[in-house]
């Protein structure tokens, strides 16, 4: 393992907790928490309640046959866990693997989509709450990013925020 | 304070399913003539707790039943009745009885109690005196005070011809059965084409306009049917509504001799009938749902033609059970491990953190610790992986019955054995053995044994004899099926093959492939299709199950004395004997199971077939060489044969060989699954966790073949495409 793990994940860590002492205290219950991370310069959000933990890049072993997008799996404490690259699935460029590159542990449990996944990101970068009038819907653009993974649009202190709807991001047979 | 009894269901099945077996081979090892009170005891207790459980839940179908049974258990058990032959095959009767009623609870559907009745009824008769045996032939007399609905079958009617001269019907139907979709006035139109039909309500009950509820039954009625008719014809009309009526068929200027015998086919369940004349189409709108509806429309009351029957109990709906029972002494050895582990681990902490200077001390118990850890670690392996394992009696239990069953039906004198039955293999495991097991047995049984005057002429024993056994050989578990019948006649099978086409005029096969034919599909010997066997189709089943169990089966058979069917499986499905490989940088596992030699590669020895791919000759076989760069797309300039080895596998009966860049260690591997968090991948079964923390993919060798088939289709269509 290499060491940005254990210097990100008690960071963000502490701020999610600070958040959510603040909220509690403020009674902002119908806050929605999102964890923001950076690819290709872009701020990306995902509900906090799909994050079961962040973790540095660490070598996969490939799927035969698996679609670019799907790195391979990982050995996470004994299960097997896919991981996707958001980068190569979004089309951005060729996607590089350096002491930034994090892995963002997703968990979902719907009826449609049950598993644990790992999206590969440039970079993990803040937490943020958001009220649902925050929240814009998404632009009727044909943009890069495929459009159903969009759940919405949002700004943070002046910069817009996509957010990513994480049952479609992992229900990976209909990619 | 209510409780939530659903809860405690899946616990309550379990003991029930638990206690039937039970109760399946205390009856079987009953001798009637001699009854063991130890084991009536046993079957009285196992009723007992399914009756008092079943109460308990409000599964009343299954209480009441359990009651009949239990209160002539009681009296066998108290010497007031005698136990016959009859009676056990009605109390085992019972059990597949009550287990089906189980089954369907379970599966959260309303059990079909007619059989039940049925039972019920004879286990009536032989309390109020009766033997088991006039019980069984279904003439019960009328005990029922109450109207009891008779349909009476005639004792005689096979010398008696049907169509004397028609029958009398009593028909009194439920209140309610126009809820259930059925029409009285249908029934008796349906009666009417059958013959002359007079019919005579009884309006006895019927209320005052006032009071009248259009969707009740008020009326019943006696009707005569004149005319040449079998009984079924009639009965059938009624197959709908047994559960819902009081129904006696009689034969009309029947014989004082031929008493009408009742098979009440519901127990006196007195109704308030009344006259209907008045219902109105309350009901129409159930009409939808017949089978045999004709709609009728100006009938003063428009209703639905018979209900469908109720399904049986869906197999498919079964929850797959999910629990497992482990005995206590398996946890207590858990928990003394985790103790030892623990301790272990403390040691090895005070280790790491005394002393700032290591000496060569220190490095001595640190490798003792660590050889502790090792053995730890090992024994709770060993552990849990027992709290799987079960003793292989649990799928044995069900032969004894059914060799029973089957050599009553055949006709044959079949002793069973069981060897080893403590013998553990895992649960998974033994869920997938059962099926092939039960069709060896069946098949041993149908054409394995002769039947008793041909073993006699040939001076054996009359009673054969099939043996199960089972037994640990190093990590495999061996489960033998021995039978000292016919054996297996190798050249028939050579013949029937080549008459099939399965095997070349020409091809020269030794014993082992002349008997490996067996397990070819659409291949049978047996001139007479039985229901038991010999369809042709099973043996190849038998043969996929237990490969799909990394497993594999050898026949021993000597014509004339029998036949060994050998089953070798892997003790658990969750850990396997794996050869890992390197290909491309990657390591993949084959199971050890599945390779047959791993060699060099001799570049004389590659051909090329046409558009086909590479073949090696292996000591003039000719085998398809599989190269994972190309299946998994891996590299696009592989190494060169020189550079590479060849591992030889098969599988579904297939030889190949892949390609590997290097051999490596040979060892256990724990599978786990790629389906829980991703989807199915061709070509691999599973992964796993290796030594040093990677993930090793796990080679699926048929899916191997299945894939690289496909690449070559579509790379011939490729071509064909480009050409055209």
């Given amino acids: 393992m290499d060491n940005v793990q254990q210097d990100k994940v008690p960071a963000v860590a502490a701020q999610a907790a600070s958040m959510v002492d603040t909220i509690n205290q403020e009674g902002f219950q119908d806050l929605q928490q999102f964890l923001t991370f950076v690819m290709e310069g872009e701020e990306y959000g995902i509900d906090i309640l799909n994050v079961q933990e962040i973790r540095g890049w660490d070598n996969v072993a490939p799927i035969p046959n698996a679609p670019a997008h799907v790195s391979g799996v990982i050995n996470l404490r004994g299960a097997i866990v896919p991981v996707i690259d958001l980068r190569v699935m979004f089309a951005f460029n060729e996607a590089r693997y350096d002491e930034?590159?994090?892995?963002?542990?997703?968990?979902?449990?719907?009826?449609?989509?049950?598993?644990?996944?790992?999206?590969?990101?440039?970079?993990?970068?803040?937490?943020?709450?958001?009220?649902?009038?925050?929240?814009?819907?998404?632009?009727?653009?044909?943009?890069?990013?495929?459009?159903?993974?969009?759940?919405?649009?949002?700004?943070?202190?002046?910069?817009?925020?996509?957010l990513l709807d994480c049952e479609k991001l992992l229900d990976i047979e209909n990619h | 304070m209510s409780i939530d009894l659903s809860q405690f269901h899946a616990v309550f099945f379990e003991e029930s399913f638990e206690g039937l077996d039970v109760m399946e081979n205390a009856l079987l090892e009953l001798q009637p003539e001699n009854p063991d009170s130890e084991l009536i005891n046993s079957i009285f207790r196992s009723a007992h707790s399914i009756k008092g459980g079943s109460g308990t839940f409000g599964f009343i179908s299954i209480s009441e039943f359990t009651h009949i049974l239990e209160t002539l258990l009681d009296k066998i058990r108290?010497?007031?009745?005698?136990?016959?032959?009859?009676?056990?095959?009605?109390?085992?009767?019972?059990?597949?009885?009550?287990?089906?009623?189980?089954?369907?609870?379970?599966?959260?559907?309303?059990?079909?109690?007619?059989?039940?009745?049925?039972?019920?009824?004879m286990f009536q008769s032989i309390l109020t005196g009766a033997s088991a045996a006039e019980a069984k032939?279904?003439?019960?007399?009328?005990?029922?005070?109450?109207?009891?609905?008779?349909?009476?079958?005639?004792?005689?009617?096979?010398?008696?011809?049907?169509?004397?001269?028609?029958?009398?019907?009593?028909?009194?139907?439920?209140?309610?059965?126009?809820?259930?979709?059925?029409?009285?006035?249908?029934?008796?139109?349906?009666?009417?084409?059958?013959?002359?039909?007079?019919?005579?309500?009884?309006?006895?009950?019927?209320?005052?306009?006032?009071?009248?509820?259009?969707?009740?039954?008020?009326?019943?009625?006696?009707?005569?049917?004149?005319?040449d008719m079998p009984l079924e014809d009639v009965q059938e009309v009624f197959e709908w509504v047994e559960g819902e009526c009081d129904l006696s068929i009689s034969r009309l200027g029947g014989s004082a001799d031929s008493a009408p015998e009742v098979m009440p086919s519901n127990v006196a369940e007195a109704v308030d009938h009344?006259?209907?004349?008045?219902?109105?189409?309350?009901?129409?709108?159930?009409?939808?749902?017949?089978?045999?509806?004709?709609?009728?429309?100006?009938?003063?009351?428009?209703?639905s033609p018979a209900k469908p029957a109720p399904a049986p109990a869906a197999r498919a709906g079964k929850a797959e059970s999910s629990s497992i029972r482990v005995g206590i002494d398996k946890v207590d050895s858990l928990i003394n491990l985790v103790g030892e582990l623990v301790i272990t681990q403390s040691m090895l902490g005070q280790m790491g953190g005394s002393g700032e200077v290591i000496t060569d001390d220190h490095i001595g118990n640190l490798r003792e610790g660590l050889v502790q850890l090792e053995q730890n670690t090992r024994e709770l392996q060993d552990s849990v992986m027992r709290i799987r394992m079960l003793p292989i009696s649990f799928a044995f239990n069900r032969f004894p019955r059914m060799v029973r069953d089957l050599s009553l039906q055949l006709g044959k004198k079949v002793r069973l054995e069981l060897r080893g039955e403590q013998t553990e293999l895992d649960k998974t495991v033994m869920e997938k053995i059962n099926d092939p097991l039960v069709h060896l047995v069946r098949n041993a049984m149908d054409h394995g044994i002769e039947s008793p005057n041909v073993r006699a002429d040939q001076g054996k024993d009359e009673t054969g004899t099939i043996v199960l056994n089972a037994f640990h050989q190093g990590g495999n578990i061996i489960i033998e099926m021995i039978d000292d019948g016919g054996g297996i006649d190798a050249d028939k099978l050579v013949a029937k093959a080549r008459a099939n086409g399965i095997v070349g005029d020409n091809e020269q096969l030794n014993q082992e492939q002349k008997l490996d034919l067996l397990f070819a599909p659409g291949l049978s010997t047996v001139e007479q299709v039985s229901d038991l066997s010999g369809r042709g189709v099973g043996m190849d089943v038998v043969r996929r199950n237990i490969q799909e169990l990394n497993g594999s089966v050898d026949i021993d058979t000597e014509l004339g004395k029998g036949t060994t069917f050998r089953i070798r499986l892997p003790l658990t499905l969750a850990i396997l004997d794996g050869q890992l490989v390197t290909v491309a940088g990657q390591t993949y596992i084959f199971p050890l199971m599945?390779?047959?030699?791993?060699?060099?590669?001799?570049?004389?020895?590659?051909?090329?077939?046409?558009?086909?791919?590479?073949?090696?000759?292996?000591?003039?076989?000719?085998?398809?060489?599989?190269?994972?760069?190309?299946?998994?797309?891996?590299?696009?300039?592989?190494?060169?044969?020189?550079?590479?080895?060849?591992?030889?596998?098969?599988?579904?009966?297939?030889?190949?060989?892949?390609?590997?860049?290097?051999?490596?260690?040979?060892?256990?591997?724990?599978?786990?699954?790629?389906e829980d968090n991703y989807t199915r991948v061709p070509g691999v079964s599973g992964a796993t966790i290796l030594g040093d923390g990677t993930v090793a993919m796990i080679l699926d060798v048929a899916g191997l073949i299945g894939l690289a088939g496909n690449q070559k289709t579509m790379a011939a269509g490729e071509i064909a495409g480009s050409a055209a």
């Avoid at chain 1, 999206?119 to 819907?137: G, I, N, Q, T």
């Avoid at chain 2, 059958?194 to 006895?204: K, N």
């Avoid at chain 2, 190269?627 to 044969?641: A, H, M, Q």
Wanted: hydrophobic residues 40%.
């Fill in chain 2, 137 to 227: 032939g279904l003439d019960v007399p009328a005990t029922g005070a109450s109207p009891v609905i008779q349909e009476s079958v005639l004792p005689g009617s096979d010398s008696i011809p049907d169509s004397l001269a028609g029958f009398h019907i009593e028909f009194t139907p439920e209140a309610d059965m126009l809820k259930g979709g059925n029409d009285p006035v249908r029934m008796m139109r349906e009666l009417a084409t059958l013959g002359e039909l007079t019919s005579t309500p009884d309006t006895g009950a019927l209320p005052t306009l006032r009071d009248m509820q259009p969707d009740v039954v008020y009326l019943n009625w006696c009707m005569d049917l004149h005319g």
């Fill in chain 2, 78 to 121: 108290e010497g007031e009745e005698q136990l016959d032959a009859d009676s056990v095959e009605l109390f085992l009767q019972s059990v597949d009885c009550m287990r089906t009623m189980l089954e369907a609870l379970q599966a959260e559907t309303e059990p079909d109690t007619t059989r039940a009745d049925q039972l019920a009824i």
């Fill in chain 2, 274 to 303: 009344a006259p209907d004349g008045t219902s109105t189409a309350a009901t129409k709108t159930k009409a939808d749902e017949q089978e045999s509806a004709k709609p009728i429309p100006d009938a003063p009351k428009t209703a």
């Fill in chain 1, 100 to 162: 930034n590159t994090v892995v963002i542990v997703l968990k979902v449990e719907s009826q449609r989509v049950n598993r644990i996944m790992g999206v590969v990101v440039d970079a993990v970068s803040d937490v943020f709450s958001l009220s649902e009038e925050d929240k814009r819907p998404p632009p009727n653009v044909n943009q890069n990013i495929s459009q159903n993974y969009i759940n919405g649009l949002t700004e943070v202190k002046g910069k817009m925020v996509i």
């Fill in chain 2, 594 to 674: 599945s390779i047959s030699e791993s060699l060099q590669i001799d570049e004389k020895l590659v051909n090329n077939v046409a558009g086909g791919g590479d073949v090696y000759n292996l000591r003039d076989e000719y085998i398809p060489i599989l190269s994972l760069d190309s299946i998994f797309g891996l590299r696009t300039e592989p190494l060169s044969y020189d550079q590479s080895l060849l591992v030889v596998v098969e599988a579904e009966g297939m030889k190949v060989s892949v390609v590997v860049d290097d051999l490596m260690a040979q060892q256990q591997v724990v599978i786990k699954s790629l």
